[in-house]
């Protein structure tokens, strides 16, 4: 291959001019397009520069004004830029104006967060789950927007997962959306089957939820000493993972690394990774990975807790824990969760604190029992030292004597009480 086809393949960059509406908080939305930067170069983009354009709310037309939107026209030649990516996600007809307006790409955060979780979905369930959401997201633009949509050509926010192409059509996105949801049931049912054989095991599961790049797959490599795919980039995890950690005290604990959330995370999203995320649902403790070096932390935990709330995943016990503490020593607490620890997940540092909290939480859904089981109920035993903390065991004439802290479930399923 010669020099100039090689650099014929490699693709250039894509620039953008980034563009955010303030509705008030200013630093608000120049934080948010930081963000949006960020995103970019995760989709491999980059930010030819950054405008925020002051409105009492969104124009319903046009999103940041017509004035505005000829203003940004005039700047995309200089700035070498493809086109603009709006911060937030475009109504059809924002998208359409704005399109003609301009005359260049127009994309919007949800586009952009789409391609990015179509680009990193590995399984089938994930890219299922992500082509639902575009598909959804196309669906309702395409009427009368065939011209912003061409526009694009086959750059950022116009690619599948996988090889498939995005289809155009609404006929068949309808049927093809469907047949998608069919799947998604299917692959649910699956899931819910190998969940239900893993709970009647009765090993406690904690999963491990949090902002996108907070450090969550770094924290489920540490704990079970896996090797979870871990990166400087948004959204390196789609999938669920499980892992298995022995915790200090010999308890096993199963651990589910889950999807990174982020602020202004598209609906259609949220709905498609409703199922994967229904990880979370069934775990017995959520522990919340928080970077605690980012000085949006803050942010990131309100835009968490939100979203753990619309995917009612509550009335759990929450181990809140501050990430990141080789990078930063201040003070962090979070008053709303049961434990709240400092560690770093890539040094170690800390991970005694947070075993401690973790064993304390769980001795709190546990159960003593003393009782005495039949020989020939020998696997009960097998199953105590197990899943629980074996205190003592004698030998009895009918039976062994046990003293011991069981998970409450499995003290339920086998009728373990606590007085003999
Ligand atoms: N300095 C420092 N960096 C860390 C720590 N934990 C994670 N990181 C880094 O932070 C980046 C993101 O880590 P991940 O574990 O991929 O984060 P995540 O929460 O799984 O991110 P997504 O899956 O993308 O949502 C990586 O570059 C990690 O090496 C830590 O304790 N200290
Ligand atoms: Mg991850």
């Known amino acids: 291959m010669s020099m100039n086809e090689i650099n014929d393949r490699i693709e250039k960059a894509e620039r953008y001019i980034l563009v955010a509406v303030a509705t008030g908080d200013?630093?608000?939305?120049?934080?948010?397009?930081?963000?949006?930067?960020e995103l970019l170069d995760t989709a491999g983009g980059e930010t030819a520069c950054q405008v925020v354009q002051n409105l009492q709310h969104p124009d319903r037309g046009t999103y940041i004004g017509r004035g505005k939107a000829?203003?940004?026209?005039?700047?995309?030649?200089?700035?070498?830029?493809?086109?603009?990516?709006?911060?937030?996600?475009?109504?059809?007809?924002?998208?359409?104006?704005?399109?003609?307006?301009?005359?260049?790409k127009v994309l919007d955060r949800t586009m952009l967060i789409l391609d990015i979780f179509a680009s990193h979905a590995t399984t089938r369930e994930g890219k299922t789950q992500v082509e639902i959401a575009q598909l959804k997201y196309r669906y309702s633009r395409l009427r009368g927007m065939g011209d912003a949509l061409s526009r694009l050509g086959a750059g950022i926010g116009t690619r599948g997962p996988g090889e498939t192409k995005l289809e155009t059509d609404r006929r068949v996105i309808q049927k093809r959306i469907k047949i998608l949801s069919d799947d998604i049931e299917d692959m649910k049912r699956a899931?819910?089957?190998?969940?239900?054989?893993?709970?009647?095991?009765?090993?406690?599961?904690?999963?491990?939820?949090?902002?996108?790049?907070?450090?969550?797959?770094?924290?489920?490599?540490?704990?079970?000493?896996?090797d979870v795919l871990s990166e400087d980039k948004l959204f390196a995890t789609l999938d669920p993972t499980t892992?298995?950690?022995?915790?200090?005290?010999?308890?096993?604990?199963?651990?589910?690394?889950?999807?990174?959330?982020?602020?202004?995370?598209?609906?259609?999203?949220?709905?498609?990774?409703?199922?994967?995320?229904?990880?979370?649902?069934?775990?017995?403790?959520?522990?919340?990975?928080?970077?605690?070096?980012?000085?949006?932390?803050?942010?990131?935990?309100?835009v968490v807790r939100d979203t753990?709330?619309?995917?009612?995943?509550?009335?759990?016990?929450?181990?809140?824990?501050?990430?990141?503490?080789?990078?930063?020593?201040?003070?962090?607490?979070?008053?709303?969760?049961?434990?709240?620890?400092?560690?770093?997940?890539?040094?170690?540092?800390?991970?005694d604190d947070f075993y401690d909290a973790l064993t304390e939480i769980l001795k709190k859904s546990r159960v003593m029992i003393d009782t005495v089981i039949p020989y020939k109920d020998a696997s009960v035993i097998a199953e105590i030292r197990k899943y629980g903390q074996l205190l003592s065991e004698e030998f009895e004439e009918d039976g062994t004597h046990v003293k011991a802290y069981v998970p409450r479930a499995l003290a339920e399923k086998r009728g373990l009480t606590g007085k003999r």
């Open 26 to 37: 200013e630093e608000k939305a120049w934080t948010s397009l930081d963000e949006l930067a």
């Open 70 to 104: 000829l203003e940004i026209r005039d700047m995309l030649e200089v700035q070498e830029a493809a086109g603009i990516i709006c911060d937030d996600e475009l109504s059809p007809s924002q998208l359409r104006n704005l399109s003609d307006l301009i005359d260049a």
């Open 191 to 226: 899931r819910n089957t190998t969940r239900r054989k893993r709970t009647s095991n009765a090993v406690p599961t904690a999963a491990i939820v949090g902002y996108t790049n907070a450090g969550k797959s770094t924290l489920l490599n540490r704990l079970t000493a896996s």
């Open 243 to 302: 892992r298995t950690a022995v915790l200090p005290d010999g308890q096993t604990v199963l651990f589910t690394d889950t999807v990174g959330f982020i602020n202004k995370l598209p609906h259609n999203l949220i709905d498609a990774f409703r199922s994967t995320l229904e990880e979370a649902k069934y775990a017995d403790i959520i522990v919340q990975v928080v970077d605690a070096s980012d000085e949006n932390s803050e942010l990131h935990m309100k």
């Open 308 to 351: 753990l709330k619309e995917l009612e995943i509550t009335g759990k016990p929450v181990i809140t824990v501050w990430n990141k503490c080789d990078l930063t020593d201040g003070t962090y607490r979070d008053f709303e969760a049961d434990a709240s620890v400092k560690i770093s997940a890539r040094t170690g540092m800390g991970l």
